[in-house]
């Protein structure tokens, strides 16, 4: 795997960036709600707390945050629970057991609940709907680590690791092959505030939500669909792809793994996009479906760095606004 700078002259930023008032106290349920000069912010942040960690040990002393979690992860359990204590603060896991939400308890209640115990939300759920009611009800901030509509820390932590890669954002060529999902959406929105221009290859039928792409064009994003794989990827600077079925689809994979075989990410498809090319995948990688061993496991593949990156992201998010 190919080692990351911390800076693209790999030098270390000397001064943390001057905090940006908007962003206390503020929600992050979507990155369409962020303007450009916010996932800037949250960037360069990262940056500094990646390069010195010491100097925030103390960040979140005293906060606390809760993870409210419907759908099981690996890498957002792992990288919150460690990213809260790395600032001084703790964490509180609340399992779909505990908490059902709309089921066991209105979330409207879970929300009021909440928000006289602790100073944050984190909330990885099935229903957008239901991490934009906890934003509405809640007094302190809501972080969305998943929704069927976004995914904004994934896409945070995906566009630091192209900024370390290469150097800089704006001009780059993000290919995206397969599904048009929550993680796409968020990608969408990201690109229209960073410069980066993002080619999305779907089968019909599966292309990422209108809304999301009319609102990003209309921001300046430049956003282009196509259904042809190889004309996503042709020159492109990166090329990410996700599982074909997510959590929840599974009644759905036997004709997905049908429709979606054409946009495997293989060794035949990298090529168009170049040897300069990058792989990406917000993990975890159904191998031999979206994309081969030979691929992921390339030198071109950036992935691990991208998981390593949500721990750095989610840092600088839980600064920006708990702190």
């Known amino acids: 795997?190919?080692?990351?700078?911390?800076?693209?002259?790999?030098?270390?930023?000397?001064?943390?960036?001057?905090?940006?008032?908007?962003?206390?106290?503020?929600h992050l349920v979507s990155l369409h709600d962020l303007v450009p000069q916010e996932v800037d912010y949250l960037l360069r942040l990262a940056r500094h707390i990646k390069a010195f960690p010491s100097h925030y040990r103390t960040a979140l002393d005293g906060r606390s945050l809760a993870l409210l979690f419907e759908k099981p992860s690996l890498r957002t359990r792992v990288t919150f629970e460690l990213g809260m204590g790395q600032l001084g603060g703790q964490v509180i896991?609340?399992?779909?057991?505990?908490?059902?939400?709309?089921?066991?308890?209105?979330?409207?209640?879970?929300?009021?609940?909440?928000?006289?115990?602790?100073?944050?939300?984190?909330?990885?759920?099935?229903?957008?709907?239901?991490?934009?009611?906890?934003?509405?009800?809640?007094?302190?901030?809501?972080?969305n680590g998943l929704s069927d509509f976004e995914h904004p820390c994934q896409a945070l932590g995906d566009f630091l690791t192209l900024?370390?890669?290469?150097?800089?954002?704006?001009?780059?060529?993000?290919?995206?092959?397969?599904?048009?999902n929550n993680v796409a959406h968020s990608l969408i929105y990201g690109a229209a505030r960073l410069g980066v221009k993002m080619r999305v290859a779907t089968p019909p039928g599966y292309e990422p939500d209108r809304s999301a792409v009319a609102d990003a064009r209309r921001e300046g994003g430049d956003i282009q669909l196509?259904?042809?794989?190889?004309?996503?990827?042709?020159?492109?600077?990166?090329?990410?792809?996700?599982?074909?079925?997510?959590?929840?689809?599974?009644e759905e994979a036997s004709t997905r793994e049908r429709i979606f075989q054409p946009?495997?990410?293989?060794?035949?498809?990298?090529?168009?996009?170049?040897?300069?090319?990058?792989?990406?995948?917000?993990?975890?990688?159904?191998?031999?479906?979206?994309?081969?061993?030979?691929?992921?496991?390339?030198?071109?593949?950036?992935?691990?760095?991208?998981?390593?990156?949500?721990?750095?992201?989610?840092?600088?998010?839980?600064?920006?606004?708990?702190?």
């Open 163 to 180: 900024l370390e890669v290469k150097g800089a954002l704006a001009g780059l060529t993000l290919a995206w092959v397969g599904d048009g």
């Open 263 to 323: 946009y495997q990410v293989n060794a035949q498809l990298m090529r168009k996009a170049g040897s300069r090319a990058l792989f990406m995948h917000c993990l975890p990688a159904h191998r031999g479906l979206e994309v081969t061993n030979e691929v992921i496991d390339s030198p071109q593949s950036i992935v691990y760095d991208q998981a390593e990156n949500r721990l750095h992201i989610q840092k600088a998010i839980l600064v920006a606004l708990l702190s």
């Open 1 to 26: 795997m190919r080692k990351l700078r911390i800076l693209p002259a790999g030098e270390k930023p000397s001064a943390a960036p001057a905090r940006l008032a908007s962003l206390t106290h503020h």
């Open 226 to 250: 196509t259904h042809d794989p190889g004309e996503a990827v042709a020159g492109a600077d990166a090329v990410y792809t996700d599982v074909w079925t997510s959590m929840g689809q599974e």
């Open 93 to 143: 896991y609340l399992g779909p057991q505990e908490v059902g939400l709309g089921k066991r308890e209105a979330v409207k209640d879970v929300a009021r609940n909440l928000t006289r115990w602790v100073d944050g939300v984190m909330a990885r759920v099935f229903s957008h709907q239901s991490v934009m009611e906890l934003a509405e009800y809640s007094s302190v901030p809501v972080i």
